[in-house]
């Protein structure tokens, strides 16, 4: 990463209040300054996504092998338990990859927001000394986003269970039907919780990094710092997340044409199912489409850590005022 490692220079960060607007644009002025910088760093949790789950579709692609091939009969059970395996693991390391990420882009983010540069190492290097802070900081956050939903979805599965065990019984199927939309009503109010208190959190790392807090305090502090900004912070999130969902629809667009036209080209050589070169195009379309799964994320992953990074230091400004500046880059660390 000899190339990508520095940062460009930017304007450092106005000690002003920004608008709507002023914020997106800092926000893109700083992408395409760090494109490289933002990419490199986003590429590790999306090459941990590619490492961790490849071998699982790949063993996936292996048990249904005789479905592809027109045989009749069930997928093959062994390569079918070691892709759920694989996912099983697969998880919890992405939870502590996307910790040392989130950690590493909130500091290189809010460094490059005050003019200052950053390198990849530099930045990844912040993001592991403190890793069990951050680690304990994601999981935190999500115990406090997931558990609602979890807790109403046992609530629907215990209405279809007591519906299940009580057929005949007028009064128990009756009590168990009414489980069910309840649990249902629970669901759509536990998302609506989760999203508020994922907004509420969104500032948590950048001040995880930026002020060298704990986990717990850098969950209030980010309480304090989206007080009263939750909707301006949704709606400026939902534009990011808008920008990068269209680039990652262009992205699968010439995916399915160069697809398209690969499959036509296989028509006009006559691959049938059972031949090698089947198996290859099979293969290279898995292997094309997580490439494009790859490339959203890295793009998506990159615009939001930005976008955080700006909106903290706004938000430290208009409830802080200018003498709660942000610190200097570095000075927590």
């Keep these: 990463m000899n190339v990508s490692a520095y940062s460009a220079p930017v304007v450092p960060n106005p000690q002003v209040p920004m608008t709507f607007g002023q914020i997106l644009d800092r926000t893109f002025r700083l992408m395409r ?15 941990a996504i590619f490492a961790v789950f490849l071998p699982a579709m790949a063993l996936m692609l292996i048990a249904v ?26 998880y919890p390391v992405m939870l502590a990859v ?7 882009a909130s ?89 508020v208190i994922a907004l509420r959190f969104s500032l ?31 709606l400026l999130l939902l534009v990011v997340y808008a920008l990068t969902y269209v680039a990652s629809l262009v992205c699968i667009a010439i995916f399915f044409v160069v697809a ?15 031949s090698p070169a089947f198996f290859i195009l099979i293969g290279l379309a898995v292997l094309g489409y997580l490439l494009i799964i790859m490339i959203s994320c890295l793009l998506s992953y990159a615009a939001f850590t930005t976008a955080l990074g700006v ?6 400004l208009r409830k802080d005022g200018p003498a709660g500046a942000p610190l200097a880059a570095g000075e927590s660390a």
């Design 33 to 47: 300054a760090n494109l490289r910088l933002f990419l490199g760093m986003a590429a590790v949790p999306s090459g």
């Design 65 to 90: 092998s005789p479905q592809l091939r027109g045989q009749t009969g069930p997928p093959e059970v062994f390569p079918a338990i070691l892709a759920g395996v694989c996912f099983a693991i697969g």
């Design 98 to 104: 996307f910790a040392l990420y989130l950690a590493a």
């Design 107 to 195: 500091y290189a983010a809010t460094r490059t927001d005050l003019g200052s540069p950053v390198t990849f190492r530099e930045a990844y290097g912040v993001g592991w000394r403190r890793f069990g802070r951050h680690l304990w900081l994601m999981i935190l956050g999500a115990l406090y986003a997931i558990v609602p939903v979890l807790a109403s979805v046992l609530v629907i599965a215990l209405g279809a269970i007591l519906l299940y065990a009580a057929a005949g019984e007028s009064f128990g199927s009756y009590a168990a039907l009414m489980l069910i939309p309840l649990g249902v009503l629970l669901y759509i109010a536990a998302a609506v919780y989760s999203i």
């Design 204 to 234: 948590a790392y950048p001040v995880c990094v930026a002020e060298g807090l704990p986990a717990w305090a850098s969950l209030k502090r980010s309480g304090q710092l989206t007080k009263g900004a939750k909707g301006r912070i949704f």
């Design 260 to 274: 398209a036209l690969g499959a036509f080209a296989a028509m006009l050589a006559q691959v049938t199912q059972d």
């Design 311 to 316: 909106i903290y230091h706004d938000q430290r």
